[in-house]
């Protein structure tokens, strides 16, 4: 690895991270809805992309929502 760069992770250690099946990722990767580098048969992640692409796929809570406080009071 190259200075200040963190391993790249393979398919288990992402599945891992994620609290999925390896299945899932290999889903995932099909689908192209995740980042990944593939060498032949070879899949791989980088550490760093899949942290943003976590960030990307937050949705933040709406809570409390404007349709709840109405319900509330209503």
Same mark, same amino acid.
């Given at each position: 690895?190259?200075?200040?760069?963190? +391993?790249?992770? *393979?398919? $288990?250690?992402?599945?891992?991270?994620?609290?999925? *099946?390896?299945? #899932?990722?290999?889903?995932?990767?099909?689908?192209?809805?995740? %980042?990944?580098?593939?060498?032949? #048969?070879?899949?791989?992640?980088? +550490?760093?992309?899949?942290? /943003?692409?976590?960030?990307?796929? #937050?949705? %933040?809570?709406?809570? +409390? *929502?404007?349709?709840?406080?109405?319900? $509330? /009071?209503?």
């Amino acid at each position: 690895a190259s200075r200040g760069r963190r +391993p790249l992770m *393979s398919i $288990a250690e992402v599945a891992e991270l994620l609290g999925v *099946s390896v299945r #899932h990722v290999r889903r995932l990767v099909q689908e192209r809805r995740i %980042p990944f580098f593939k060498w032949g #048969h070879l899949l791989r992640f980088d +550490p760093d992309e899949i942290e /943003t692409w976590l960030q990307r796929s #937050h949705v %933040p809570a709406s809570w +409390p *929502s404007d349709d709840l406080r109405r319900r $509330a /009071t209503g």
